[in-house]
């Protein structure tokens, strides 16, 4: 395969390089031959997140560019977990982490390419950890590490006041031993991480020239922040999953559809595969009609495509369509139609010997005060069930009028709707 050129001034106008160790050596190797690299991802819970999806995606570029991936799922690591500001981590116990090591390696598969003259290598750090005595861990890498260095990290410096065990000072000497396994068995010379990892990062390539006397390579992509910087990364709901069944698909394309409008261009750098000319012409369009919010659809399809694949995103957009009254509500699936009810609202009702009137359903979903306003809704021409526009008051749906069986749609007027799912 041939080498792009032109990888790293992409990168970097994508925004994708916060720190390195030294750029211009790095551009000498990134365009010498295809550089075998490594990223790491812990399976410190059961699916991976949006601050993961960056290296994940960067990882994709590099190979796209003809370099050779070594995607590393720390099930060694994942038993400790990297020290965090807020304090110490709960252990999770070896057949938890196991499992989750599957869970992540099925994340991360789909984006890379398993074939060709630079094919993926997925490698997991208990297969050279586990087997390895306490005293040649000290011996062999804990004797290169200075501990005055290791104080210095910012976030050990941050724990030391509340107190950091061991266990956690001294992960930095485990992701580091990654690389230079990795270095040693493999040829790799590259690691990238999020700019929270830099003293991981610079602690390999610093082994590496200690034990080996070899020379590494490393950079940092930096934290996604909203615009008053605080880190992106949770929703009222809780982190950003790439797992749909921790956050469903419909939820995670409205993630991207409502980032503010100064975030726009940053992100489509970051999380896209769309060209700089692309890019900037959406930039652009978008900058004359923020109203139309082209940035961010284009944003919420691009990336939810990347996860989720297209035919999801399809079924997405036609929910936000219908669930706007512009779409057919009988063509929707019932999980993609119950994930969009769920983040816009929903309402539970028992199922009765009838269903209820228009009238019920508009004061139960809260879309009116009063049977007296829910009826002015009705006679005024403004209430909706499942799209179609209601005259009578005492209309009522039928069983036929439920979709998948359960659930109906009520909507007041133009973009006031619940879901009523009758159980």
Do not use: C
């Amino acid at each position: 395969m041939s080498i792009d050129p032109t990888l790293l001034d992409d990168l970097e106008w994508r925004g994708l390089i916060a720190h390195s160790t030294d750029l211009d050596a790095l551009r000498e190797a990134l365009t010498s031959g295809s550089v075998r690299f490594y990223v790491g991802f812990d399976p410190t819970a059961p699916s991976l997140h949006l601050g993961n999806l960056v290296q994940i995606l960067t990882a994709r570029r590099l190979q796209q560019a003809g370099h050779t991936p070594f995607a590393l799922v720390g099930g060694a690591t994942g038993m400790i977990g990297d020290p965090r500001e807020s304090g110490e981590r709960t252990l999770n116990s070896a057949e938890t982490v196991q499992e989750w090591v599957e869970r992540v390696r099925r994340q991360i598969e789909p984006f890379l390419s398993f074939e060709g003259e630079n094919a993926a290598t997925m490698v997991n750090n208990h297969d050279w950890t586990a087997s390895m005595s306490t005293i040649d861990f000290l011996r062999d890498i804990g004797k290169h590490f200075p501990v005055n260095r290791m104080l210095a990290r910012d976030v050990v410096r941050t724990r030391l006041e509340a107190g950091i065990s061991y266990t956690e000072f001294s992960y930095v000497l485990l992701q580091s031993m990654d690389f230079l396994t990795l270095f040693r068995d493999h040829g790799v010379t590259l690691q990238f991480g999020g700019s929270d990892q830099w003293g991981n990062l610079t602690g390999g390539v610093e082994l590496i020239r200690r034990a080996e006397g070899g020379r590494a390579h490393a950079f940092a992509t930096p934290l996604i922040t909203k615009s008053d910087g605080t880190k992106y990364g949770k929703t009222e709901g809780g982190a950003l999953w790439l797992d749909p069944q921790m956050m469903s698909p419909y939820a995670f394309y409205q993630f991207w559809l409502n980032v503010e409008d100064e975030k726009v261009g940053e992100l489509l750098r970051i999380f896209t595969f769309l060209s700089r000319e692309e890019i900037e012409d959406v930039e652009s369009r978008h900058a004359e009609k923020p109203f139309l919010r082209l940035g961010q659809k284009t944003l919420a399809e691009q990336v939810t495509t990347l996860v989720h694949g297209a035919e999801e995103t399809e079924r997405i957009q036609a929910a936000s369509a219908a669930l706007f009254g512009t779409g057919d509500m009988t063509t929707l699936s019932v999980e993609t139609l119950a994930a969009a009810l769920g983040e816009a609202g929903a309402v539970r009702l028992e199922r009765g010997p009838a269903l209820p009137t228009i009238v019920d359903l508009l004061v139960e979903a809260g879309l009116a005060a009063s049977r007296g306003e829910a009826r002015r809704t009705v006679t005024e021409g403004g209430a909706y069930v499942n799209n179609q526009r209601v005259s009578d008051p005492e209309a009522a749906p039928t069983e036929s009028d439920l979709i998948g069986g359960r659930w109906l749609v009520v909507r007041k007027g133009k973009k006031s709707f619940r879901g009523v799912e009758i159980a």
